[in-house]
């Protein structure tokens, strides 16, 4: 298969899974931590979560679809990739993305209210302002 084509198809699932973590964004109300909510009423929490976990994975995975059409060796760690990207223009900084992971890896195992809203800020605040720049990015990417 040609190295176009997949790297084209990689753009579309990215896009595909930031679009619906974006659609969880835009309905975002504030969690209160201090509010205890029905299991009806953390749907959307869960939801933007799980959303996040997708989009997060899908970049990853452009990433390195981007990194084999570029490169002709791969990275050796997840600190080359992220230093490759932001040297391409496709992140911000790796720095960033080294938060983003630790919230990706905080989502699984935080059960605390006040935690969990600093997850949830997380996501809709400097995740969601980076992973937009990466859907713009993208498009322009060959």
């Not at 990853?60 to 230093?83: G, I, W």
């Amino acid at each position: 298969m040609n190295s176009t084509i997949i790297l084209d198809a990689s753009k579309d699932k990215l896009a595909a899974a930031l679009e619906i973590l974006f659609a969880s964004v835009d309905a975002y109300i504030p969690f209160d931590a201090a509010r205890r909510y029905t299991p009806k009423e953390r749907e959307p929490y869960d939801a933007l979560t799980d959303r996040y976990l997708r989009a997060f994975e899908s970049s990853l995975k452009f990433f390195r679809t981007l990194e084999r059409f570029r490169e002709a060796a791969p990275s050796e760690s997840f600190r080359d990739l992220l230093q490759r990207m932001e040297k391409y223009g496709v992140i911000t900084a790796a720095s960033l993305w080294i938060e983003m992971r630790d919230t990706r890896n905080r989502v699984a195992h935080e059960y605390l209210p006040e935690e969990l809203a600093k997850i949830y800020a997380d996501i809709v605040g400097p995740a969601t302002i980076e992973l937009r720049y990466v859907l713009a990015q993208s498009s322009a990417c060959r």
